[in-house]
């Protein structure tokens, strides 16, 4: 199949729709998830779309690089982002780092880090969050969590709390319908009708508390597996960037 005809058929989790989708999950207790970021972006061509994020550093958040955008705004501390409370911090994004090998095609090394031009306060409702050592494994057949803004269904509107689902580590070759699927710098996660979806891009993927996966892509129906991106694959680059800034 020609690779503009595949790409067709998959929906890039960072569409210009509204806030992405948790599909079949539940809303999370509120501020009980202080490190998700809402990311607030204007595309280069002028449009507005939404990713999410997650606070690593004061001052550093981690997402996807199909996030990037002529500008970004994060807003850290919500659970309802259309209702705004004294737990909000809104910061701009002073340096946006996408890897330096991402693929836009094949969705390869998606992942990037926002420095924030202020330090986040940290407080009840924002904190940071740890993510994978190098080289971690995790091993398939693990329940973890999946974090985001969105709907409940494909076909409702996006959910304005965020939400979260249980999903499954799953075996490589589950993903093997995704022609540029690797397992090395890659997770396969998901069955059921458990899913992230468009808009959810960025978000982390929780194995016990610690930030294992960024959510990459999907199929356009949404029906799982999804891909998300290795974060202990990235850890060398990860640490020189927060290192040289």
């Not at 569409?15 to 202080?34: L, N, Q, V, Y």
Request: positive net charge; glycine residues 6%; proline residues 6%.
């Amino acid at each position: 199949m020609h690779l503009p005809v595949l790409y067709l058929l998959l929906f890039l989790l960072n569409s210009s729709a509204k806030a992405g989708e948790i599909i079949g999950g539940t809303e999370c207790i509120p501020h009980s998830r202080p490190y998700m970021a809402y990311l607030e972006i204007e595309t280069s061509e002028n449009h507005r779309s939404a990713c999410s994020g997650f606070l690593i550093r004061r001052n550093f958040v981690m997402t996807a690089a199909h996030c990037a955008g002529r500008s970004i705004t994060v807003l850290l501390g919500a659970h309802n982002k259309k209702v705004k409370e004294d737990t909000w911090q809104r910061l701009e994004v002073e340096n946006q780092f996408p890897h330096p090998e991402y693929d836009e095609h094949l969705k390869l090394n998606d992942i990037m880090l926002l420095k924030l031009k202020e330090k986040a306060n940290v407080t009840l409702g924002v904190g940071t969050l740890p993510f994978s050592a190098e080289f971690k494994s995790i091993t398939p057949g693990r329940v973890c969590r999946a974090v985001g803004w969105g709907k409940t269904n494909v076909n409702e509107p996006a959910s304005d709390t965020l939400q979260e689902v249980k999903m499954r580590i799953l075996d490589p070759q589950n993903c093997n319908h995704f022609p540029d699927f690797h397992d090395e710098p890659q997770l396969c996660v998901g069955k059921k009708m458990r899913n992230v979806y468009k808009g959810d891009s960025g978000g982390p993927l929780l194995c016990a508390g610690i930030a294992q996966g960024i959510a990459s892509y999907v199929h356009r129906n949404a029906k799982p597996p999804a891909v998300f991106t290795r974060i202990s694959h990235y850890r060398p680059w990860i640490n020189k960037i927060l290192r040289e800034n």
